[in-house]
């Protein structure tokens, strides 16, 4: 019920305002020092009307930082390829669900993203304690868990829109609390 609603208003906005904002995460995302040294992020290709990273991807790249891209798995799991720009991105639709773009060249193995020195993570909110509210799917918490067992601890960021910092998101036993959140108008830190 709770992602209906955030899905609902995000899809919502209009183009101009997605584009404007996308513009905006760059270049907020882009002033953080966690970005600024990393050599490896691991990241993901916005679809519809979510917080546009497009413009960070390839900002990032043109930096020389190694940039990972999810490939969902049959069982919800997450492979991971690199980005070479916008041309090396296949559109790909996964049995009836919306349509993602992902990388596609050599596919590099569920645990590629525990060399990873920032993991952007997809969301629909996050709340005052910094946890993230996900779509639902589990892809993101087995990326967590793979991270947390290889005992490798990337800067965890999420990118949304204003609106989407709220006071409170429900909570599962195995969720862990990102480390900011970076939206159009500035980056809240959690830790």
Do not use: C, I, Q
Not at 14 to 20: E, I, S, Y
Not at 37 to 64: I, N, Q
Not at 81 to 103: Q, T
Request: proline share 7%; glycine share 10%.
């Amino acid at each position: 019920m709770l992602r209906r609603e955030f899905l609902k208003v995000r899809n919502s906005l209009p183009a101009d305002d997605v584009r404007a904002a996308a513009g905006a995460l760059a270049e907020r995302a882009l002033g953080l020092p966690e970005l600024a040294r990393a050599r490896t992020v691991a990241a993901y290709v916005s679809v519809g009307a979510e917080p546009g990273t497009l413009a960070l991807l390839d900002a990032l790249r043109a930096r020389g930082v190694r940039v990972l891209l999810p490939v969902l798995l049959p069982d919800n799991d997450l492979d991971w390829g690199a980005y070479a720009g916008e041309g090396s991105l296949a559109r790909v639709e996964r049995g009836g669900r919306m349509a993602l773009f992902e990388p596609a060249g050599e596919r590099l193995g569920p645990d590629a993203v525990t060399d990873a020195d920032v993991v952007l993570l997809p969301g629909l909110a996050v709340d005052e304690r910094g946890m993230r509210l996900g779509r639902g799917g589990g892809s993101y918490d087995r990326v967590l868990a793979r991270l947390e067992r290889a005992r490798s601890r990337p800067a965890l960021l999420v990118l949304l829109y204003d609106s989407e910092v709220v006071a409170h998101v429900p909570e599962e036993p195995h969720d862990r609390p990102v480390d900011a959140v970076v939206t159009p108008s500035g980056v809240r830190r959690f830790r």
